[in-house]
């Protein structure tokens, strides 16, 4: 289970693992606001970044998401072309967004 706050570059992440039991017990609590994706990490630079390929509704959308120790590497690091658009700040391409309404167009 992951727990996220915040928003933008620098956010808070907690994540722990259920028992079987617990998730069977939560997880009708996420209906009608569940994604369909697979990730996949690639090493880029020294770093491990996660891709995410997405299917269902969003098939089709791919988001590339590189976490940083220090604020100081984020900023030194040069993403490659093929990650596409800088869409950190855009709310549109969050979990919870993607979920609950779809992808939007731009």
């Given at each position: 289970?992951?727990?996220?706050?915040?928003?933008?570059?620098?956010?808070?992440?907690?994540?722990?693992?259920?028992?079987?039991?617990?998730?069977?017990?939560?997880?009708?609590?996420?209906?009608?606001?569940?994604?369909?994706?697979?990730?996949?990490?690639?090493?880029?630079?020294?770093?491990?970044?996660?891709?995410?390929?997405?299917?269902?509704?969003?098939?089709?959308?791919?988001?590339?998401?590189?976490?940083?120790?220090?604020?100081?590497?984020?900023?030194?690091?040069?993403?490659?072309?093929?990650?596409g658009?800088?869409?950190?700040?855009?709310?549109?391409?969050?979990?919870?967004h993607?979920?609950?309404?779809?992808?939007?167009?731009?």
């Amino acid at each position: 289970m992951t727990v996220k706050s915040g928003s933008g570059a620098t956010r808070t992440e907690l994540e722990w693992e259920l028992v079987p039991a617990i998730f069977d017990l939560l997880w009708p609590l996420a209906e009608g606001r569940c994604i369909d994706k697979t990730r996949h990490e690639v090493r880029v630079d020294g770093h491990t970044a996660e891709l995410d390929l997405f299917g269902g509704a969003l098939d089709g959308l791919r988001l590339v998401e590189v976490e940083f120790a220090t604020d100081e590497a984020m900023a030194a690091f040069v993403p490659p072309a093929w990650f596409g658009p800088e869409v950190t700040d855009d709310v549109r391409y969050s979990n919870a967004h993607l979920a609950v309404h779809g992808l939007e167009e731009s």
